[in-house]
């Protein structure tokens, strides 16, 4: 992996501070809307992902999650939930020898720095998944969808392509926007 350890760290700090304003412009209403993951509404794919960052800061930390990634995690205040989320998660790849741990994932221990690139992905991603359902893409970093799409595709990202992680790469024109790209690589269908 070729990722200069303050630039992945650095890169997690933008794609939550983008998720971040994507999640502000999310209203209860909306949370009932399907995702563009299959078989989930927005509620779902958001707790999921407040989960997700909840166990990724427990791991780095070597500290207790308070519970297990799909119990719910957003409570009454999905817009506090997350803020909580991302605060602890900033928290703990800041913390020196972040990225030299082990960290345990549900397919088993990944060394730091893919852990770092996994972790990146599911923020970034879930995140231009919310905004493209709330019709929110003014807000997606499409630098930060480029460059995820370019580091995915440089390693062997058909190893991660199985039920319940990711679908079969979809088409995307070769000249539409990076996170619709990065969309499709993901398996996620674009319109």
């Known amino acids: 992996m070729n990722i200069a350890a303050s630039t992945i760290v650095d890169r997690i700090g933008l794609a939550l501070e983008m998720t971040g304003a994507i999640v502000d412009g999310v209203t209860e209403a909306q949370l009932d809307q399907p995702s563009l993951c299959a078989g989930w509404d927005l509620c779902t794919e958001l707790n999921h992902l407040v989960g997700g960052m909840r166990i990724f800061a427990a791991e780095l930390t070597a500290t207790e999650p308070g519970g297990e990634h799909h119990d719910d995690w957003l ?61 929110q893409q003014h807000l997606i970093d499409q630098h930060a969808c480029g460059q995820l799409l370019n580091t995915m595709r440089d390693m062997d990202f058909d190893a991660f392509r199985r039920p319940g992680l990711f679908d079969p790469q979809q088409r995307a024109p070769a000249d539409a926007p990076a996170h619709q790209q990065l969309l499709a690589f993901t398996g996620r269908p674009i319109s």
Not at 90 to 104: C, F, K, M, V
Not at 121 to 130: A, P, T, Y
């Open 75 to 135: 409570g009454s205040d999905h817009h506090a939930a997350f803020a909580v989320a991302a605060d602890l998660d900033r928290a703990a790849w800041q913390r020196p020898g972040a990225l030299d741990t082990t960290i345990r994932l549900g397919f088993g221990p990944v060394p730091g720095q893919l852990g770092a690139l996994i972790h990146l992905g599911e923020v970034l991603v879930h995140g231009v998944d919310i905004a493209v359902v709330t019709q």
